[in-house]
């Protein structure tokens, strides 16, 4: 019973995000979407090694700036299709991944924390100082949307059509983390975050799915910064310093750590409740970060498991009442 009532919840809300944009008409607010659906991919990316494993990163935007830079120079460079580009993205950041990440999980709790804190300003001075490649504080301009579907009229350089298309991702991604923390890997992952010494204790190399997250993570995040990077049309490294990986981490948090819906919920908290305290002007950041604090005082597992504890209470009176 509980099982179908997650399936319709779910349908519900891929049939409200498909019927979207012929309820919307305002471009900003379509954008806000299309920005809170590209953060849902980085947030699942986030969740698999910080929610299943229990390994706090925060190089997430630093991994994602990799994934935007990388198509772009493919696309713009290059003169690479952009669904290629969009496509080699995501695989070159996990290399990069899997570069940094099996040095990196060696350690564990706060030194993992401060060496991936690290890493992403390595990555943010690249971005900054590398302007040969990078174009540096400058950025890169005129970047291409995706080339028409063979066979279709579809053209991505309309609004509607590039938010199907990270609905699509979005989709996909969220229903690849569900099969990973469904399957024997992501038990195991869950294992790990619980007892590490354990499940090493046991027989299990831990340090391989660890890697394995920290990886998937990065595969996530790269798909994130390429959709991102062709929305945009331009990029530079003010979008993937330190900031936003700490958005990455809220996000998770916030929505609720180790869940599926966790990171979509805290996703979109991100994007629009910030946009919502505009009329704070310049006490924004201030009642922002206080609202952050409350939720977290005060919902320490996320609002999914809020939403989730208020609809047991509300079946459990029913079935009293019945």
Request: charged share 10%.
């Amino acid at each position: 019973m509980k099982k179908l009532g997650q399936t319709i919840a779910v349908v519900a809300l891929v049939a409200v995000l498909v019927a979207l944009p012929s309820v919307i008409t305002v471009k900003y607010y379509m954008q806000l979407f299309i920005l809170a659906l590209i953060w849902v991919i980085v947030a699942h990316g986030q969740n698999i090694i910080q929610g299943f494993t229990g390994y706090v990163s925060i190089t997430q935007a630093g991994l994602m700036g990799i994934g935007a830079y990388c198509s772009t120079l493919f696309s713009v460079d290059l003169g690479c299709p952009v669904w290629i580009s969009l496509i080699c993205a995501p695989f070159i950041t996990s290399f990069f991944s899997l570069l940094v990440g099996y040095p990196s999980l060696r350690v564990k709790g706060h030194y993992f924390a401060i060496i991936t804190l690290a890493y992403n300003m390595v990555i943010f001075i690249v971005l900054t100082n590398f302007s040969a490649l990078t174009k540096g504080e400058a950025g890169i301009s005129n970047i291409p949307r995706p080339e028409r579907l063979l066979g279709t009229s579809i053209n991505f350089d309309d609004r509607t059509a590039y938010y199907y298309l990270v609905l699509a991702c979005a989709v996909v991604m969220t229903a690849l983390t569900a099969l990973i923390l469904n399957s024997r890997v992501g038990r195991i992952l869950l294992a790990i975050r619980e007892n590490e010494t354990l499940t090493a204790a046991i027989g299990i190399a831990a340090w391989k799915f660890k890697l394995f997250a920290f990886v998937m993570s990065g595969f996530y995040a790269g798909i994130a910064g390429a959709l991102f990077a062709h929305y945009q049309g331009f990029i530079n490294p003010e979008s993937f310093g330190v900031a936003q990986s700490l958005d990455a981490i809220l996000a998770v948090i916030l929505g609720g750590s180790g869940t599926i819906f966790g990171p979509v919920i805290g996703a979109f908290a991100v994007i629009f409740l910030p946009e919502y305290l505009r009329f704070a002007d310049s006490f924004r950041l201030i009642v922002y970060g206080f609202l952050l604090v409350i939720a977290t005082i005060f919902m320490p597992r996320g609002i999914v498991y809020v939403v989730a504890r208020v609809w047991q209470k509300i079946s459990n009176s029913r079935s009293k009442t019945a």
